[in-house]
């Protein structure tokens, strides 16, 4: 069955009758899940049979925000908790090997916990690379300051979500850790010259350019674009993502309905497929922009559509796998980290 280029939320734990009208409609490519969406996990996993059933396709794409830390959309009682990025970074700063072992191990348990619920797709990893004086919105998210570093975490952190057959979204390319302003709320500009970004901010996502899907920062760059945000821009998209970087997966927006955005939403849809994103996400669950972003979404089709389907082939069966042994040796681990930074 066709479908729409574009990814939505829902507005709670279970579909009204007018959500389930609209998947019916519009077709939408996959859906992404947030904590209002959360209950307890019998109740996960029927949200997303229903999601599925409505759009009647068995494998749609069920996304979800699960990094550990601040951004953790699944969480106690009923889900563990898991550590920020910046963990994993400490650790590869006392041994390289225990940096990477913890975050395949923790991207591996993660992973275990979303395919128990049906969930085939985590937003995950980051590979912004912050700087002194940056907005705090990545903060301790990131794996650390040096790009190297930085992709050789994330990288293990894909291997274990891979493992665990859940797909990853490489985010936010090409680079959110120069922002000086929390996207959802206004738009950052970053000023710095072109040459020392490809050494840096661009250079964590450049080893990782073979990832299936990865999500845009709404950031402005003005040594390449001063108008647009990488998002909404075609130079960004063009020139620097799939140029300088050399990522040819599935792009997605991050949120649209963000309001680092400027325009309706109906206006910022339209901006980002000009601009050569491939899918669109909207993710509050609000009906009425939900039917705006439809209204100005294609079907899937083309290069955007050979992009998608060679994503979700990527996916692999979960291998075996001892979720008591390896949540003992991650914690083992965390416990290391913090012994060194105390």
Same mark, same amino acid.
């Given at each position: 069955?066709?479908?729409?280029?574009?990814?939505?939320?829902?507005?709670?734990?279970?579909?009204?009758?007018?959500?389930?009208?609209?998947?019916r409609a519009?077709?939408?490519?996959?859906?992404?899940?947030?904590?209002?969406?959360?209950?307890?996990?019998?109740?996960?996993?029927?949200?997303?049979q229903?999601?599925?059933?409505?759009?009647?396709?068995?494998?749609?794409?069920?996304?979800?925000?699960?990094?550990?830390?601040?951004?953790?959309?699944?969480?106690?009682?009923?889900?563990?908790v898991?550590?920020?990025?910046?963990v994993?970074?400490?650790?590869?700063?006392?041994d390289?090997a225990l940096?990477?072992t913890a975050?395949r191990?923790?991207?591996?348990?993660i992973?275990?916990?979303?395919?128990d619920?049906?969930?085939?797709?985590?937003?995950l990893?980051?590979?912004?690379?912050?700087?002194a004086g940056? &907005?705090? /919105?990545i903060? #301790?998210?990131?794996? %650390? =300051?040096e790009?190297?570093?930085?992709?050789? $975490?994330?990288? +293990?952190?894909?291997?274990?979500l891979?493992?665990?057959?859940?797909?990853?979204?490489?985010?936010?390319?090409p680079?959110?850790?120069?922002?000086?302003?929390?996207?959802h709320?206004?738009l950052?500009?970053?000023?710095?010259?072109?040459?020392?970004?490809?050494r840096?901010?661009?250079?964590?996502?450049?080893?990782?350019?073979?990832?299936?899907m990865?999500?845009t920062?709404?950031?402005?760059?003005?040594?390449?674009?001063p108008?647009?945000?990488a998002?909404?821009?075609?130079?960004?998209?063009?020139?620097v993502?799939?140029?300088?970087?050399?990522?040819q997966?599935?792009?997605?927006? &991050?949120d /649209?309905?963000? #309001?680092?955005l400027? %325009? =309706?939403?109906?206006?910022?849809t339209r901006? $980002?497929f000009? +601009?050569?994103?491939?899918?669109?996400?909207?993710?509050?669950?609000?009906?009425?922009?939900?039917h705006?972003?439809?209204?100005?979404?294609?079907?899937?089709?083309?290069?955007?559509?050979?992009?998608?389907?060679?994503a979700?082939?990527?996916?692999?069966?979960?291998q075996?796998?001892?979720?008591t042994?390896?949540?003992?040796?991650?914690?083992?681990?965390?416990?290391?980290a913090?012994?060194?930074?105390?």
């Amino acid at each position: 069955m066709s479908t729409r280029a574009f990814i939505t939320g829902v507005s709670g734990t279970e579909l009204t009758a007018a959500e389930r009208d609209f998947i019916r409609a519009e077709r939408p490519w996959g859906f992404i899940l947030f904590k209002r969406n959360i209950g307890t996990p019998v109740q996960v996993a029927s949200l997303v049979q229903e999601l599925r059933g409505v759009a009647g396709a068995a494998d749609a794409p069920v996304l979800i925000d699960q990094e550990g830390g601040r951004v953790q959309r699944l969480g106690p009682p009923h889900w563990p908790v898991y550590p920020p990025g910046a963990v994993f970074g400490k650790l590869y700063d006392i041994d390289s090997a225990l940096g990477l072992t913890a975050a395949r191990l923790s991207a591996r348990l993660i992973a275990a916990d979303l395919a128990d619920l049906g969930i085939t797709v985590d937003c995950l990893p980051l590979a912004d690379v912050p700087v002194a004086g940056a &907005d705090a /919105v990545i903060g #301790n998210r990131a794996y %650390g =300051t040096e790009p190297a570093k930085v992709a050789a $975490i994330a990288r +293990a952190v894909t291997d274990g979500l891979e493992q665990g057959g859940v797909l990853p979204v490489l985010k936010h390319i090409p680079g959110h850790g120069r922002a000086t302003a929390d996207t959802h709320f206004r738009l950052p500009t970053v000023d710095t010259p072109g040459d020392e970004l490809e050494r840096t901010d661009f250079a964590a996502f450049k080893p990782l350019a073979d990832l299936p899907m990865a999500m845009t920062a709404h950031v402005v760059f003005s040594a390449f674009d001063p108008a647009h945000p990488a998002t909404t821009s075609a130079t960004m998209v063009q020139q620097v993502i799939r140029g300088v970087i050399g990522f040819q997966g599935l792009l997605m927006s &991050d949120d /649209v309905s963000m #309001n680092a955005l400027a %325009g =309706t939403i109906t206006e910022r849809t339209r901006s $980002i497929f000009a +601009a050569g994103c491939d899918i669109v996400l909207h993710c509050n669950g609000n009906i009425e922009e939900m039917h705006e972003v439809a209204g100005q979404t294609p079907e899937l089709s083309g290069k955007a559509l050979e992009r998608a389907n060679r994503a979700l082939a990527t996916r692999k069966a979960p291998q075996p796998f001892d979720r008591t042994v390896a949540r003992a040796e991650l914690d083992a681990l965390i416990a290391q980290a913090n012994t060194a930074s105390a």
